[in-house]
Nanobody, 123 residues
């Protein structure tokens, strides 16, 4: 059974940085891609970044240049490093598992999810 657990959320000021972690069990990073998604109040869940089984990255224009994704295969963990945070980055952030990153913008294609971690950007 695939399980994902996010951590690292919190309150940060505009322009600040935060790193989220996604701890994975039940599958290895050589067997799955990991995507990050977020959902702001009243809005649809959106995908924005993904790391594939071959370590290739997919990054949407909305976060390119500010967010990076990396993985530690020894810990079976994926990190989301966020810099230059904006008010509009406020959301619940989720990681999810799928065989392919090609679906990273379509949250409906992903079946295995973590419980989410809140990120609030506020002055």
């Amino acid at each position: 059974q695939v399980q994902l657990v996010e951590s690292g959320g919190g309150l940060v000021q505009p322009g600040g940085s935060l790193t989220l972690s996604c701890d994975i069990s039940g599958i290895t990073l050589d067997q799955t891609a990991i995507g990050w998604f977020r959902q702001a109040p009243g809005k649809e869940r959106e995908g924005f970044i993904c790391i594939a089984r071959n370590n290739h990255r997919f990054i949407s224009d909305s976060v390119k240049g500010r967010f990076t994704i990396s993985r530690d295969t020894s810990k079976n963990t994926v990190l989301l490093q966020m810099t230059g945070l904006k008010l509009e980055d406020t959301a619940i952030y989720y990681c999810a598992a799928h065989a392919w990153c090609v679906y990273y913008l379509d949250y409906t294609a992903w079946n295995d999810w973590g419980q989410g971690t809140q990120v609030t950007v506020s002055s």
